[in-house]
């Protein structure tokens, strides 16, 4: 476990400190535009622990076009120590760094039916959770976007925090901006 996600129930990040922190990934996206696995580094910042602290969490993209669910990158805690400290002190080596994590390879080679489906309500969807569950995750939520080329993201977690470890004000906040800034992954290459 790194660093970043290891448990510290004495340093609460604040709502505050989560904004400022997580809007600096847009500059980093700019700034590595070129690199393989970018995504995926993007979606390790946003699960780490001083973050939004998922236990794990999977970014796919439905293309209806073709009729494809493809797996772009996949998060858990329990894999940070393949990578460094800081990812973005050599954000080349990240997928070097991670050759080893099973969850995150597992979800990279995902490749199923999408979700072409004109009556999927997404809010209480029974495929998405049996999509959850198959790929290891035993309570997912989900929050799924539009992107562009006509493609959707979806992006499926299981969080450590619920709304019991949050004021509901802050619980609240915290969802909505993760909604915000899951679209920043649309901006990365596949």
């Known amino acids: 476990m790194c660093a970043q996600c290891k448990p510290n129930n004495n340093i609460k990040v604040t709502d ?80 070097k760094d991670m050759d080893s994590a099973q969850y995150h390879n597992k979800v990279k080679t995902f490749l199923n039916d999408g979700l072409k489906k004109t009556d999927l309500n997404l809010e209480s969807s029974k495929e998405i959770h049996e999509l959850g569950n198959i790929l290891g995750l035993e309570k997912p939520e989900f929050l799924f976007w539009k992107m562009k080329h006509g493609n959707n993201g979806l992006l499926l977690f299981e969080s450590k925090l619920n709304n019991q470890d949050l004021e509901p004000e802050s619980f609240n906040w915290r969802r909505a901006f993760l909604h915000n800034i899951t679209a920043l992954l649309s901006f990365c290459g596949i």
């Open 16 to 95: 505050t400190q989560l904004a400022s922190q997580l809007s600096g990934l847009l500059h980093k996206v700019l700034n590595f535009h070129e690199v393989d696995g970018l995504s995926q580094m993007v979606l390790h910042e946003l699960g780490h622990e001083n973050s939004f602290s998922f236990n794990r969490a999977t970014y796919l993209i439905d293309n209806p076009d073709f009729n494809h669910l493809l797996g772009v990158a996949g998060y858990s805690c329990d894999e940070c120590h393949f990578h460094k400290q800081d990812l973005w002190q050599d954000p080349y080596s990240f997928l």
